[in-house]
């Protein structure tokens, strides 16, 4: 389970939908009480699910993905660690072409 926290304009739809896909993971994890030690290692940070689940689903929708299943968080229960968004931006440009290949959008004021 990773949380990119990248701008999701910037993501290609299998990273768009993946993130997704593991925010759901993570917040059934949470609600089970399973514990996620290892992933609070700059991985995902609990506290962000909620806003961070309403960013994707707004790029979602925006590119024409139905969005049926509203995430229950259990909001933060453990300490978050620091998740660099920058960082994580460059790993996936190089790792993945077709995120690399969309051109940033122009930075908003
Ligand atoms: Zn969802
Ligand atoms: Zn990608």
Known sequence: MRMWLVD???MCRRHLLGEHVELHMLAGC???GKRIGGYLKGLVDPALIACRHEQ??????FRGFSHRSPIDSPGCLEPAASISPERN?????RRCPACAS???PPVES
Do not use: C, D, G, K
């Open 56 to 61: 994707l689903v707004r790029e979602m929708s």
């Open 30 to 32: 949470l609600r089970r």
């Open 102 to 104: 969309i051109a940033a």
């Open 8 to 10: 999701p304009r910037l």
């Open 89 to 93: 931006l460059a790993e996936l440009r």
